[in-house]
């Protein structure tokens, strides 16, 4: 199992960015998961999604600005951030841990793979 994540870069507050995270080597369903880690802070869950189908999670900080939606066909879930915040600067990972569920939890100890990370800059 492989995961690749891309799409980071630096933005001007108020911008946006998609994130994406190609899955390769499942043969089951699985949940995708995209965590931050900041300099200096913990590693934050920040949104997941179960490829099967069902319902996305999002943590209270983007809520509203952020959303993960999911591409079989190519394998892929991307996280479209909007109305980015100085605060959302961190290095993103995605995740995957392999269920078939309608619901997930951001929760990093859930998750068997992580892929690379890519950094997200949003500058004042």
């Known amino acids: 199992v492989q995961l690749q994540a891309s799409g980071g870069g630096l933005v001007q507050a108020g911008g946006s960015l998609r994130l994406a995270c190609v899955a390769s080597?499942?043969?089951?369903?699985?949940?995708i998961g995209w965590f931050r880690q900041a300099p200096g802070k913990e590693r934050e869950g920040v949104s997941c999604?179960?490829?099967?189908?069902?319902?996305?999670y999002y943590a209270d900080s983007v809520k509203g600005r952020f959303t993960i939606s999911n591409n079989n066909a190519k394998n892929t879930v991307y996280l479209e951030m909007n109305n980015l915040k100085p605060e959302d600067t961190a290095v993103y990972y995605c995740?995957?841990?392999?269920?078939?569920?309608?619901?997930?939890?951001?929760?990093?100890?859930?998750?068997?793979?992580w892929g690379q990370g890519t950094q997200v800059t949003v500058s004042s």
């Open positions: 999604i179960p490829t099967s189908g069902g319902s996305a």
């Open positions: 080597g499942f043969t089951f369903e699985y949940v």
């Open positions: 995740a995957a841990v392999g269920a078939l569920t309608t619901f997930c939890s951001a929760e990093a100890g859930l998750y068997d793979y």
